[in-house]
T-cell receptor, first 110, second 111 residues
């Protein structure tokens, strides 16, 4: 058990819809990272938050946004969903230690 | 986005054999990490390397941080069926920064 909790585990929705993915980091970790894993792209960094503030941005689409709350949990919001957004979305937390990953949310767009 | 070059892409080996895989980058990293991912689960950290030239073991796993800081190697000795999975290398440039992942090595072990 990595200590990083992601919900929901699975999400099925339709094109054009909006979803929210949630992540609770390991106790004591201030940083939260979001990654997308699709079959042909591997694990791609989306965005990082540190203690409530955005720290770094990767290949995150404008239709996607994230935030980190005072209790350090984070949410990734995906809107105007397209078929190509189907993927596994992972959250990781860390700080001065290597990042530890949650078990991901599998998003399927029908 | 940037990805590290990892090879081989996949391996079929017999139980008991040793396994070697490597990861190369055009950029320098300050930390190299090796993860294993099983189906339906998130990547699990296996080994972390922090210094160029460092050699670190975790049970049957041994990893090395290349001297140039642009590569890393993972060896698995005496493979067993539970070693099956996808192995990813990852690098990052500084404390609490994003990870850049390798393309993965899929390991299959036959009895």
């Amino acid at each position: 058990d990595s200590g990083v909790t992601q919900t929901p585990k699975h999400l099925i929705t339709a094109t054009g819809q909006r979803v929210t993915l949630r992540c609770s980091p390991r106790s004591g970790d201030l940083s939260v990272y979001w990654y997308q894993q699709s079959l042909d792209q591997g694990l791609q960094f989306l965005i990082q938050y540190y203690n409530g503030e955005e720290r770094a941005k990767g290949n995150i689409l404008e239709r996607f946004s994230a935030q980190q709350f005072p209790d350090l949990h984070s949410e990734l919001n995906l809107s105007s969903l397209e078929l190509g957004d189907s993927a596994l979305y992972f959250c990781a937390s860390g700080g001065n230690q290597p990042q530890h990953f949650g078990d991901g949310t599998r998003l399927s767009i029908l | 986005g940037q990805q590290l070059n990892q090879s081989p892409q996949s391996m079929f080996i017999q139980e008991g054999e040793d396994v070697s895989m490597n990861c190369t980058s055009s950029s320098i990293f300050n930390t190299w990490l090796w993860y294993k991912q099983d189906p339906g689960e998130g990547p699990v950290l296996l080994i972390a390397l922090y210094k160029a030239g460092e050699l670190t073991s975790n049970g049957r796993l041994t990893a090395q941080f290349g001297i140039t800081r642009k590569d890393s190697f993972l060896n698995i000795s005496a493979s067993i069926p539970s070693d099956v999975g996808i192995y990813f290398c990852a690098g990052h440039t500084g404390t609490a920064s994003k990870l850049t992942f390798g393309t993965g090595t899929r390991l299959q072990v036959t009895l």
